[in-house]
């Protein structure tokens, strides 16, 4: 499989566990998961992506199209997970004080929407190595 791609998946897959682990942790009730609530929204814009790195050719890099609509699906989950930190800390801090945190699932996901961004962009194509160059044949000289 294409370095990008791999890494792509494993950021995808990383996104989508993020919604089954803990989006908030309070004191009074223990810890919520994504999945209780908007996660599975996360959930599937990463299984798009997860499904968009898994078709074609996995020996080349993702582009055109797929690769566009992998960007959209991560910008949009890490823009999930920052709405709904920033929603978290104001709604939050207004009727529980500080008795609450983000949990660790909602820094996954953000993490993940960027990995998936970053390792897009930063992979390069890998270039054929190129054969090694033959030294000049020089005819042989003839004494006369």
């Known amino acids: 499989m294409n370095k990008q791609r791999l890494g792509i998946l494993i950021a995808a897959v990383a996104g989508m566990l993020a919604t089954f682990l803990p989006w908030i942790n309070m004191s009074f009730m223990g810890s919520v998961a ?13 299984a798009v992506v997860l499904i968009l790195v898994l078709t074609g050719d996995k ?41 609450f945190s983000i949990g660790i699932g909602l820094y996954l996901m953000v993490l993940a929407a960027i990995a998936v961004l970053v390792i897009g962009f930063i992979i390069k194509p890998t270039t054929p190595a190129s054969p090694p160059a033959t030294p000049p044949t020089t005819p042989p000289t003839t004494k006369k």
Do not use: H, P, Y
């Open 59 to 99: 020996k080349t890099r993702l582009a055109g199209k797929k690769f566009i609509a992998s960007l959209v699906m991560a910008v949009l989950a890490g823009a999930l997970g920052i709405w709904k930190i920033v929603d978290f800390k104001s709604s939050m801090s207004e009727a529980m004080g500080g008795s």
């Open 34 to 46: 994504g999945s209780e609530g908007d996660g599975w929204i996360s959930f599937g814009f990463f």
